[in-house]
């Protein structure tokens, strides 16, 4: 009887945490996914000085079996951060992320080509707000990654609808 009564508390206090639990591997995927995102774009920008050369930052084509940027706005697929290649329409791969997880999309409506560019001093060619939520649910979690003319990269927080 007492084993009995043990269960049923221990069911009824995973049936409560189950739930928390996901918004905490919910709140980690976006903040993982946006960090990751964060940095690539930061990394883009130090190269460009760094080498006193263009680098672009582009959503990546899945279906494509070498990096290749998609000419889309979903970056949810990967990114490729690179610098042109040195034959006509090739480029040099700084860094290839591979896509996020399913429940996730990143998106940025300013940007319709799916590219980003930096400049040899670092500025970026546009302003650029992206937005990273989950695609099925409102999500309290969403992170936004901003990317101002001048080139800073800022992570902010912010609730997705």
Do not use: K
């Not at 998609?70 to 700084?94: C, F, H, R």
């Amino acid at each position: 009887m007492e084993l009995l009564v043990v269960i049923a508390i221990a069911a009824i206090l995973v049936g409560i945490g189950v739930p928390s639990f996901r918004s905490v591997i919910h709140s980690a995927q976006s903040r993982e996914a946006a960090t990751a995102f964060y940095g690539g774009l930061a990394r883009a920008r130090s190269e460009a000085i760094a080498r006193n050369r263009v680098i672009t930052v582009c959503a990546s084509n899945p279906a494509a079996s070498t990096p290749t940027c998609a000419n889309s706005n979903t970056w949810e697929n990967g990114w490729i951060v690179y610098q042109p290649g040195v034959a006509p329409n090739t480029i040099d791969a700084l860094q290839v992320q591979p896509p996020l997880p399913d429940a996730l999309r990143l998106r940025d409506n300013s940007v319709t080509t799916g590219m980003l560019t930096f400049d040899a001093s670092g500025r970026a060619t546009s302003a650029s707000v992206f937005n990273l939520c989950r695609s099925s649910t409102p999500d309290a979690y969403g992170r936004r990654v901003v990317v101002s003319r001048s080139g800073r990269v800022a992570l902010e927080q912010q609730t997705c609808s």
